[in-house]
């Protein structure tokens, strides 16, 4: 069965007080991610979803939108108001949105 593509938004249009949530692994985080983002890894996601909020429009990233497709799916059928960031945090950066890292090293995306 093919699953038609979730919600999508271009990085350039999320809101600068959006709830971002990252579902990228611990190093591409640590490299580069949106100032003030959630970080849940998706394969953590099932055991943290008490962590995503349920009164608010919830901006999923990931590199490059794969993982967050999936994710914004399953929340979306979960009852979230769950959107994809088309493109992810390629696109992001690509935007000049504003990034941090948790290194001592400019933001990337790796």
């Not at 962590?51 to 979306?76: F, I, K, N, W």
Request: hydrophobic residues 45%; glycine residues 8%.
């Amino acid at each position: 069965m093919h699953l038609s593509p979730p919600p999508a938004v271009p990085a350039a249009a999320v809101p600068d007080d959006a709830f971002v949530l990252d579902v990228r692994e611990v190093h591409e985080w640590d490299a580069g991610h949106v100032a003030g983002a959630r970080h849940i890894p998706m394969s953590t996601l099932l055991e943290r979803i008490d962590e995503v909020p349920h009164d608010t429009r919830v901006y999923v990233m990931c590199r490059v939108g794969g993982r967050s497709a999936q994710v914004t799916h399953y929340l979306g059928q979960q009852g979230w108001d769950a959107i994809n960031v088309d493109g992810g945090m390629l696109a992001w950066e690509a935007a000049g949105r504003p990034m941090v890292s948790e290194t001592q090293t400019a933001p990337a995306v790796v």
